[in-house]
């Protein structure tokens, strides 16, 4: 089994994402750069975070359009697991990989600190691991991770039980104060219709060592390996 990390120029969370899966799990992950065409030989991909090509246009708008984003839609499409984080969130619904779109924080600054998410749904191969309702430590660090859908697709995305992730306070309620960005319906995270392309705005990588304060976001990628070993 292995894990591409996907690399953009200006990502800067692909180190933390492969030394997770490979120092912490013990899983075998490489980087792949932004222009590499076949990804056959892969059985997950992870796009990590950072500024990918400055976020200028809009955050992810420029790496939505290289020539690797093409062959994760290939294996998205045979239904291998893909995990965006933050800005590879931004990357994935550029790409029309996942649906709506993430646009500028409320209160227009970049935003590093911690955050509460509850688990909406163990029904995805990055969750499998959670139970329902688990409320968990994870932090944000964007300026562009306001999650924007119309009411339709909104309604749609709960109808299918694709919103995974959402901004609680720490009791677990998703308050505007838990907020952290003006998300729509407090969206920390969704799943695409097929359940196997994940994006979330939080950061698991930064939360899945004790050291770092919360080891709460280690079974996303804990639940995708799974997820990858039993296909
Ligand atoms: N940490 C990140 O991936 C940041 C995402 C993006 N550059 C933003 O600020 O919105």
Redesign the pocket.
Known sequence: MSIAVVQFG?S??DLDILHVLKDVLGADAELVWYKEENLDRFDGIVI?????YG?YLR??AIAARTPIMNSVKKQADAGKPVIG??????VLTESGLLEGA?T??NYPK?R?EPTYLRVETTDTPFTSMFRKGDILSIP??????NYYADEPTLASLERNGQVVFRYVDRNGNATDEANPNGSRENIAGIVSKRKNVLGM?P?PERASEEVLGSSDGLKVFRSMLEYISSR
């Open positions: 200006g800067n969370c990590p975070g950072g500024f990918s976020d955050a992810g984080i933050c800005n590879g969130f931004q993430l500028t924080n970049f590093c944000i660090a964007h300026m562009e991770g705005m950061h």
